[in-house]
């Protein structure tokens, strides 16, 4: 199996790290991932007439010294361990897989796509801005089978025990029966506890909710409660202010909406339970589209 890796941290994620221990073990593994963190961009493309940086990098580049899974996932029998490419593109996760399509697999489109794991949870309303969902999405649109992962903590240092446990099966239980409808991406969202106390998986659906706030004075000891720095956002932490600027930072509180319910995703992993939902690229409302037609919408002139 050809398996095409990103994420939105940036190569240097533990993650990502972790995720290419867990998928090498499914076939040969060709990582592009941003050279910055790009968190938040969605499907954004970076777009324009501008140089893009790729580089191809050891693992001494890539820091891979600084993780490895002491046992290996359980695969299929008989499965032996891939290889593992390493490679930045200094661009957003979907421009990542785009340039992936065409340049190492412009011959042929990798098996599946797997984007992650994303620092940090990617169900309710942050799956629309997710950069790893929007990586997966970039995938879906060009027919690719596509898994997006994410663990509900930013810590830099996170517990990635439950993922190595319980990922490998539920990537082999997606990938053994794909689905004919195209467009569809997974999102798969572990919550932020180690393996042994993880209480099961869910099938779901997006939960809804929205985010208050959001806009506070810029203040980058937040970022220690969390481990972080603003450096490893990709920013300084003095940024500079030209005359009359005020510096803000977007971090908020999150907002529950009045319709969520048990298959939720946000509340799946409130009950410590493995989140999975399956998103489309086509976000038509086919209810409404049908309600429209209903109300004489559809005119000739």
């Given at each position: 199996m050809e398996i095409l890796l990103t994420n939105d941290d940036g190569y240097k994620a533990k993650g990502i790290k972790v995720l290419a221990e867990i998928m090498k073990k499914f076939g040969n593994v060709t990582v592009i991932a941003p050279k910055r963190h790009q968190s938040g961009m969605s499907m954004?493309?970076?777009?324009g007439l501008k140089q893009i940086a790729?580089?191809?990098?050891?693992?001494?580049?890539?820091?891979l010294d600084t993780y490895r899974l002491e046992d290996g996932p359980l695969t299929k029998e008989g499965n032996t361990e891939g290889t593992v490419k390493w490679a930045y593109l200094d661009a957003t996760p979907a421009s990542c897989v785009k340039f992936g399509l065409n340049t190492c697999f412009l011959g042929?489109?990798?098996?599946?796509?797997?984007?992650g794991i994303n620092h940090g949870s990617n169900a309710s309303s942050a799956s629309c801005y997710s950069g790893t969902?929007?990586?997966?999405?970039?995938?879906?649109?060009?027919?690719?089978?596509?898994?997006?992962?994410?663990?509900?903590?930013?810590?830099?240092?996170?517990?990635?025990?439950?993922?190595e446990r319980y990922?490998?099966?539920?990537?082999?239980?997606?990938?053994?029966?794909?689905?004919?409808?195209?467009?569809?991406y997974y999102n798969v969202n572990f919550p932020d506890m180690p393996a042994d106390e993880i209480r099961g998986i869910r099938a779901g659906?997006?939960?809804?909710?929205?985010?208050?706030?959001?806009?506070?004075?810029?203040?980058?000891?937040?970022y220690g409660r969390?481990?972080?720095?603003?450096?490893?956002?990709?920013q300084s932490s003095i940024?500079?202010?030209?005359?009359?600027?005020?510096?803000?930072?977007?971090?908020?509180?999150?907002?529950?909406?009045?319709?969520?319910?048990?298959?939720?995703?946000?509340?799946?992993?409130?009950?410590g339970r493995i989140s999975i939902v399956a998103h489309n690229i086509d976000t038509t409302d086919r209810d409404e589209l049908s309600r429209m037609q209903r109300l004489g919408f559809d005119r000739d002139f």
């Open positions: 954004a493309a970076s777009l790729y580089r191809e990098l050891s693992g001494e580049e890539a820091e042929k489109f990798p098996d599946v796509v797997v984007s969902l929007g990586a997966a999405a970039e995938a879906a649109l060009n027919g690719i089978p596509a898994i997006g992962v994410s663990l509900d903590t930013i810590n830099p240092e996170a517990d990635f025990s439950a993922v990922f490998p099966d539920i990537f082999l239980k997606i990938m053994s029966d794909l689905p004919e409808k195209n467009g569809i659906h997006q939960g809804m909710g929205r985010w208050i706030r959001e806009f506070l004075p810029w203040d980058p000891s937040k969390y481990g972080l720095t603003p450096e490893m956002l990709g940024p500079s202010a030209e005359e009359e600027e005020e510096l803000y930072m977007m971090v908020g509180e999150y907002l529950d909406g009045p319709d969520n319910d048990s298959r939720s995703d946000h509340w799946i992993m409130r009950e």
